[in-house]
């Protein structure tokens, strides 16, 4: 899969200096770069402290060439809600502020990149997308383009502790708290992360997007594998199944080991599927029945079922989706 992202910081404002863009910049394209097993990602251009619009705009019109299957701008410094919002460049003069946010949705639009990603880190962030000429709130995306941002139209971004604080989430997520089981990380997910762990008081993220499906835009090691998680509908071949366990599940359960053993005695087979069962249990996919921990379940010959959670990955397992 061909996928490049550029990556913009900016700390050197000549007027309003900011201290964490740069920073955070290096931080977004290094995770980026790799996925968590050290897999090569995207094809990386990293560019701090740009100077100027004209090169700004050279560096996006590179970006969106192409016919790449995913193109993602990352930007952190200022912005304005001047003229319909603009990302701000150092050399700014009067109202020549710098990159228009209305000419980046438009090379996004006419972009031939299957998908095209935007994240803004900047104040006044939310008006990409919107239209500047009816100053109304709908947004106008085309095919495939996706947009994240920090604030919303009306709203500045914060920086604490040197990092902006949507970047400092973003970034959380993109090492992992933003995955699924399957260790995927999708825009959608991003966006869910950050927006669960921002308050009420704080400047809410915006996601705009009018695409189909989602693609991963970084991956990490599975919480579990996937060779694991096609079992699930070995271990429950109808969806509201119970799997009956006894004492031969529970691996400590042998006369071999010097402490009180009940039979059925512990069977490899059995402890087998009990690690796996456990496994599922720790992120959430079954319950035990009737007790609190699948040890008891087992030595109780007691059972255990399906979670909401494990019904979405049985569904997937059954229909064979992974």
Known sequence: ????????????YTS???????????????LLGTNGNGSPNFDVSLNLNVKTKAEMLSLLNALFKGDSD???????????????GHLVTPDHNGYDLGVSMNDILGMAN?????????????????????????????????????????????DVAIEYDGQGVFTGLLIQGLRGGASDITGRITPASLYSFIDQSLGEWEPRPIFKTNISRFLPIRTIEPQVSKATLRKLSKYFP????ELVLD?????????????EVVEPYALEKNVNIFKD?????SVGLIEPVG?????????????????????HYWRLSNDKRF
Request: charged letters at 20%; glycine letters at 10%; aromatic letters at 8%.
């Open 1 to 12: 899969m061909a996928k490049k992202a550029l990556i913009i910081g900016i700390d050197d």
């Open 291 to 311: 007790e609190d921990h699948m040890y008891f379940a087992a030595m109780h010959s007691k059972s255990c079922k399906l979670t909401s959670l494990g019904l």
């Open 110 to 154: 006419r972009s031939k990149c299957k998908n095209v990603i935007v994240i803004l880190d900047c104040c006044f962030a939310g008006n990409l997308g919107e239209s500047f000429t009816t100053q109304g709130t709908e947004s106008h995306l085309g095919e495939g383009v996706t947009i994240m941002t920090a604030s919303p139209r009306d």
């Open 70 to 84: 995913i193109a993602l701008l990352y930007f952190s410094g200022h912005g304005s809600e001047y003229g319909g």
């Open 277 to 281: 069962l456990q496994l599922f249990e």
């Open 247 to 259: 004492p031969s599940f529970e691996f400590t359960n042998d006369p071999t080991i010097d402490h």
């Open 238 to 241: 109808n969806k509201s199944d």
């Open 16 to 30: 309003a200096p900011l201290n964490g863009c740069v920073n955070d910049a290096i931080s977004v394209s290094e």
